[in-house]
C-alpha cells in the first residue's frame, strides 16, 4: 500500500566539484558549475508546492559553494528541513555562518585512524573532521558522524563509536557501502558484516537503517518487482539546473528546468520515465542508500517494517518528528 505519493525529497547537486578524491566515489572528476542561488529560490518555491520536505544540499562538497549560507536560509525560511553532508575541510572556516541552518549535519568518517581515513578520501581531511566536532560543539550544533561502512573497516565501528561519538554524544549514523556504474567500493558486503551491523542497530546514539540490511540480504532491488521509489519520492537537481532521472547515480535523462519545475516534474516526458523507477537494467541489485531511505518509508511493506524503529529512534534525537508532521 502506498501511503505518500508526492516527493517528499530533493538532492539538490549544488556542484560536482569537490576537494576530496575518495576512492569510492567518481563525483569529484566532473567539471562543474555552481547553483545560482536566485534560480535556487525558484525551484525551491516549486518544491514546496510538489510537497518536497527535506532538502538534501549536496555534491561534490556543497560546503564549495560560496553562497551555502544564502541557500541553506531561504530552504529554512520556507520551512524545509535541511540536511548536509560535508567532508569537513572547509566546515571550521564556515561554522558560524552556518549555525542555526541545517537541521541534519553530517560530518564523514570512515575510521578512528587518521592515516587510514585520509587514505580512504585521498586527502588529508582527519584533522578538520576533529576540528569540525570541536567547533560545531562550541556553537551548539549537532552534528552526526557518517560513517561509511566497507568489508575494510568494520573494525573501526566501535573505535569511531567510543572513542569519537560517545565522550562527543554525537549521533554513529552506519551507512553500508554500494557500488553503482563502473564505480567499485570494494567486495560486497559479507553475511558476517551484515550480521555485525544489524547487532549496532539498537545501541545508544547509532543510527543504522535495518530495512538497508535487509534490502541486501534479499539481493538488492528487483527491476520485476521494484522496490526502488527513485523518482516519485526524490528530486535530484543538478548544478546546471536541470532535473536528473530517474536517480542521479543512473542519470538516464536531464530535463532543463527553465523556471518550471512544477509544470516540468508533471510533465508526460518526465513521467514516463519516473514509471520506469527501479525497472531499467541497470536497476537490477541496487542498493543505493540515497533513494532507498525515502523509497522505504513511503509504502507499507517489510522494508517499511524495518526502517521504522531507526526512522523515529533519529528524528526523535534530532527533533524533527514535529517538523515531518506539521509541513
Ligand atoms: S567527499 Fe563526498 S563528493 Fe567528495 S569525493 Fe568524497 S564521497 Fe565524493
Ligand atoms: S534502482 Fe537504483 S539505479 Fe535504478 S532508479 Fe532506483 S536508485 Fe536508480
Known amino acids: 500500500m502506498r501511503l505518500i505519493k508526492h516527493p517528499i525529497l530533493c ?18 572528476e566532473k567539471p562543474s558549475p555552481y547553483v545560482n542561488v536566485e534560480t535556487a529560490r525558484k525551484n525551491l518555491v516549486d518544491l514546496r508546492k510538489l510537497g518536497v520536505k527535506v532538502i538534501d544540499f549536496t555534491g561534490g562538497e556543497p560546503l564549495l559553494h560560496r553562497e551555502i549560507d544564502a541557500l541553506l536560509e531561504l530552504a529554512k525560511e520556507m520551512g524545509f528541513i535541511t540536511t548536509l553532508t560535508t567532508n569537513c575541510l572547509l566546515y571550521p572556516k564556515l561554522a558560524e555562518k552556518l549555525k542555526g541552518k541545517i537541521d541534519m549535519l553530517h560530518f564523514s568518517l570512515d575510521s578512528s585512524d587518521k592515516y587510514e581515513h ?7 581531511c582527519f584533522d578538520f573532521v576533529m576540528e569540525s566536532i570541536r567547533v560545531a560543539i562550541d556553537l551548539k550544533e549537532r552534528p552526526d558522524i ?32 554500494f557500488s553503482y556504474n563502473e564505480i567499485e567500493s ?16 539498537r545501541k545508544k ?7 538497508f540490511v535487509e534490502l541486501r540480504k534479499d539481493g538488492g532491488n528487483k527491476v520485476d518487482d521494484p522496490i526502488c521509489k527513485a523518482a516519485s519520492t526524490t528530486l535530484v537537481i543538478s548544478p546546471e539546473n536541470e532535473l536528473v532521472l530517474p536517480c542521479y547515480h543512473l542519470g538516464e535523462k536531464s530535463f532543463p528546468i527553465d523556471n518550471n519545475l512544477r ?11 519516473v514509471a520506469l523507477e527501479g525497472r531499467l ?16 518509508a513511503v509504502e507499507v511493506n517489510k522494508y517499511w517494517f524495518k526502517a521504522l524503529r531507526s526512522t523515529i529512534k533519529y528524528n526523535r534525537i534530532k527533533g524533527t518528528w514535529t517538523k515531518l508532521l506539521n509541513f
Open 11 to 28: 538532492n539538490y547537486y549544488l556542484t560536482y566539484r569537490c576537494n576530496a578524491k575518495c576512492g569510492f566515489c567518481d563525483i569529484w
Open 118 to 124: 585520509d587514505q580512504m578520501r585521498g586527502v588529508e
Open 146 to 177: 557518517l560513517f561509511t561502512v566497507f568489508e575494510n573497516n568494520t573494525d573501526q565501528i566501535k573505535e569511531v563509536y567510543e572513542k569519537i561519538c560517545i565522550p562527543n554524544d554525537l549521533v554513529l549514523i552506519l551507512n553500508p557501502a
Open 186 to 201: 570494494g567486495p560486497p558486503l559479507s553475511g558476517e558484516t551484515l550480521n555485525l551491523l544489524e547487532s549496532w542497530a
Open 205 to 211: 546514539n547509532v543510527y543504522l537503517n535495518e530495512a
Open 263 to 273: 509544470v516540468l516534474y508533471h510533465s508526460d516526458e518526465v513521467q514516463k520515465l
Open 281 to 296: 537494467p541497470a536497476c537490477q541489485g541496487c542498493t543505493i542508500n540515497c533513494y532507498m531511505q525515502p523509497s522505504f
